[in-house]
């Protein structure tokens, strides 16, 4: 199904963004779990649009309500649904979207998807606004798994060309993640951080923008969940990955380095640590070997193409003419999806290693 | 489930390295289509070890047998197994893995997820081997889809970073994809070619191993195809992609080189060509749009880490005892497996366009 | 996934009786299909509590709400969201169920399942209630198959021992399929009918309830539809019809008397029709062989157990405390869930018929 | 997909009567679990032909190899495979079937489903024989509940209305589901068995065929498994028994009979018994509410229709010219699916338990 992930929980979302209504429902959420709504809304609020101009300009709380599966402050097991109102929506500025399709964008590909009877308002379901529902489940995930002890941070590791620090995987604690993830612009090198906003706001005074990596980690995730071939850990956190919006790579471990790597370089060497368990000293492999945890941290990184609605003029098509065109695209969009994007990887991921653990024996 | 890959189409493995047999079970493929078995022979023993320095010294003739589906030469409609034996198994070299997990293979956390009980000879089910029969099934969605015009052709991008020509897919025609998967070491330039091969002999004969990049192509692919979020292309692609034993990255067009891109120079501009179609003058989105084919060519690659059982000593764990030893890893092992990856990440991709194809109208 | 059924279309029901709001999410419906509310309101009302005493004095509008997939009265081809709020709650005739489970219901089964945690308020996610989900996704699916020819139409064929003439699935038409769904109390001897209502009143006046048959017939479901063995029409109607509250069985053709008869009179001879249609003479077999449609009439009966909800005095247990206790159960309910049954069996029938049909080449 | 079931564990079945083999892939059943080889073949033969007239002439070991997935008498939690080869086929006898469809058959559907490729020779994938491997997925499923204390065992309720008693699952126990299982005619009252062998052979020297029913109990399944909805343990069943050729009725609990009972009749009244757990003193549930188990024996009855394939002439079409003819089937067929359909039931129900014990806390 085109917008149901199925797997031990399923997410299914729904939604356009000029409609009435996003929302998701998450099918086989254990139960009695206890979710901080505070929490939750402070997720979903570093994915909200950022008061700054790294952003779109539009302006809505993105509050979900939930209408299912919850019953003093607890999940029941059953379906839980949640939905987030459209409220800001200035469909006016999407007119001639209709005929002029966006270079970049699913206007083309969605037409003949859906024979021209998708919502093209805004986007549609194909919005960047549909991973607030992708960020709801994440959320609640993430509140389950770090009950566990299982903690999952993101940062922005480049934006058009300037790198923040990598991740230490081998060193990062809980503290770190969490620190991580409240900041405002989630970097770990403050200074490259300042840059990336300053190259942000350059490309958006140009009317242009930019595109960047997230790289995520998890931490205390136990040897031994996932399986081999197609249900791996990295298969699963893939099929979640590639529904965001902007996505064109995504690497575990050392990833696409592997290609300039020997054997005896990239192999990760087990040692039992002083606390007696099986460790590896390095870690290449990301956390996982043969689709399966490896008890190391999980490491990954995600590219996100630049927003592909730019003001700056741009040669195009009228689907309806079958004419080349010029298009001026008008509405409100982000310079740069990355920011956002931080938290939305950090759901995918919390969203799979939740679905996965399901199969843990002492979960 | 673990070795089913459920789509419009699905694809069951099953096996181990040194078991009786290993094979698949194809459903839901189109009934009346003429299989080419010399064809699917050809495509067979494009992943089998190579009579060179460049791959295993284990030879299997590797044919597979097939077990219904399939009468007078053409589907059935009903299920389509395919076995083949194992025949030249040495699992004497074999003896000491159980003991001693190697560092960058599955021996460990197999061991964890099955409980000691999974079948460990030659890596069992985690084995490159299992490859040949999803190169059965992508060779026989290759097929069906070539009768439809969509041919889909790799080759090694990059070898312990010594690079080959990349793909330009803008280009790129049928002739030149069915001549790139004919070479016996597929690489665009010969040269390039020459030095990969002179590396992984070199690395060999110190008992190591090199990574690299796979890349490819899919042309006549028509626009419309996929769906938004958790069904698009990429994500059925990387589905399949990370089912394959040593993938650590994926990704799509310009992939993770987006990152250092601005819209402008990464956003598509589509017009009308000569023969009355919308076309796009560049493809950086590599074809998918949305999730959604463009008819642009698909384009993708796949980085391979280098293969963990080299010769060469590797600190490692006795699990059973607990305490660190040196292995020395025996048994016959591709220096380099991105030769042999070829054609897998083709039937990878072949069954991913063939599922998705089911959907389209005029299939 | 407990309350997703997925299949070509995909189906999740989410909510509780006493929840804020319950509700449904189609996914994969054909793009551009028009929806006439007033028809679909007209279906959901036919499920609606009566306004005489054969069912609960509980009294909603029930009507949906549609939140997404729907534009300019067509589906887009996205997920379609429709809500349903609950008004009418009067959970206070529930207070003492959390402790006595009511016998026949899923309060004692589901606090083990949910250990304690699921909603129980008004049966919450095992309400009947939850039939009115199904019912909006069964209304879509009627019209989209109607407007294809196929119609499914159904009614009560027993009532506590009383029975209805049974369809004869021969010589039905569509104007009497029609006719019969109008029905205030679908039966189609009517004088059978005011007895079973007399019946059901009387068992309402001494605080009973009473059990009875739904028998369901579609016609022009074209040949060649459905599969062997796990996706026959049969398994795929199973699946749903075992989601509705109640059912204790079903079958098809002539069902369980088959048990009674020789294969020379159970066998329905075919024959080239005067159109040059081949046909069957009688249709024991149901429309069905196989798992696949004959082009006959499919035909099925579906048996509801008496509402288990009575106001007589009952012994059950006291979960919290484990003794035996009486209970007397208060709240409005149903006397015989049969009459408003009618219309979510077609529901599950047309829900199955419309995904099996995308598989169909001139859908 | 057709022929695969997925769920907790999924079971893909492939394979055509007079191909070279049929099959099972059965993915993700728990490792360590010893499986008696012994034991396994007595399942599997209770469902090969009879040595008597009650059954069809032909003869085949039909012990099935495994391939895969079975490793020193365990499994090892990976893809487990078996093969069963085809043997005594006689193909010849089927000659006039790919012209003359026979009634009751899926001829006729199959050739429309699949467009006149799929293998007509001994009904192809349609064939009874397809049972073979479910009995393998079932018969190992039933070893790894038996050692949970989980025990299954079925009955020939009914043959041509010649009726044995019913299983009466309040006091039903281990010996006596064993006891049933080991009849060569397994029914509860010997008196009726020799009366329906009679009838069986007496149809049988007419050409003809009976049908009937199979009653079947599970014992000892603890309450809590299941879910409300779609995935309910009725669901899951059925799914799986209208897999079975031949199954036209699937009824639980009291089933059918509800439709004559009053709600205080058929309510199964709770009480905390001696040993201090909650039971009840009636079973007209059938042991499952709600979906879920509620610890007491599940008991369920499935019809089967007579074998179609009788040698009385019967009225038919001739599909390739589209004119009416006489067709007399040749062949060896069952009288009578019933006495070897026994095993089937319980494999599918066994199936289906150890897929939902699998969410059980403790399994």
């Known amino acids: 199904m085109s917008s149901i992930w199925n797997h031990n929980i399923s997410v299914s979302i729904f939604g356009e963004s000029h409609g009435p209504a996003i929302g998701v429902v998450l099918d086989n959420v254990p139960a009695g779990e206890y979710i901080d709504m505070d929490k939750l809304s402070k997720f979903m609020a570093r994915r909200a649009p950022k008061k700054n101009k790294t952003s779109t300009q539009r302006r809505e709380k993105d509050m979900p309500q939930i209408m299912s599966g919850f019953l003093n402050g607890k999940t029941t097991g059953t379906p839980l649904c949640a939905f987030i109102n459209n409220t800001d929506t200035h469909s006016q500025d999407y007119k001639n979207i209709s005929k002029l399709v966006r270079p970049g964008h699913a206007d083309y590909t969605g037409a003949l998807r859906y024979s021209g009877f998708n919502d093209v308002r805004g986007g549609g379901h194909f919005s960047g606004r549909l991973t607030a529902p992708l960020c709801f489940a994440g959320a609640v995930a993430a509140q389950i798994l770090e009950r566990r002890g299982i903690y999952t941070g993101a940062h922005i590791l480049e934006v058009h060309g300037i790198k923040d620090d990598a991740i230490d995987s081998i060193i990062i604690d809980r503290d770190q993640i969490v620190k991580m993830r409240t900041a405002e612009f989630p970097v770990i090198n403050e200074a490259k951080g300042a840059e990336m906003i300053k190259d942000i706001e350059k490309a958006s005074s140009f009317g242009d923008s930019v595109g960047g990596i997230v790289e995520c980690v998890s931490i205390n995730v136990p040897a031994g969940i ?15 990955i590639f529904g965001i919006p902007a996505v064109k790579g995504l690497e575990f471990g050392v990833g696409f380095n592997c290609a300039r790597m020997l054997g005896s370089e990239n192999n990760d060497e087990f040692f039992v640590n002083d606390a007696g368990h099986i460790v590896t000293r390095t870690n290449n ?45 008008k509405g409100r969009h982000d310079p740069c999806v990355v920011p956002r994007a931080v938290p939305v990887v950090e759901a995918a991921v919390n969203i799979a290693l939740l679905s996965h653990m399901l199969d843990y024996p002492n979960f």
Do not use: C, W
Not at 226 to 240: D, K, Q, R
Not at 303 to 328: C, G, R, W
């Open 226 to 240: 996932g399986s081999p071939i197609f249900e791996g850990l990295e298969n699963s956190i893939a099929s979640l």
């Open 285 to 329: 492999h990301g956390g996982i070997l043969g689709g399966i945890s490896s008890g190391m941290p999980i490491t990954l990184r995600v590219a996100f193409k630049p927003t592909p609605s730019i003001s700056k003029p741009q040669q195009t098509v009228d689907m309806s003419e079958m004419k080349n065109e010029t298009l001026n695209v």
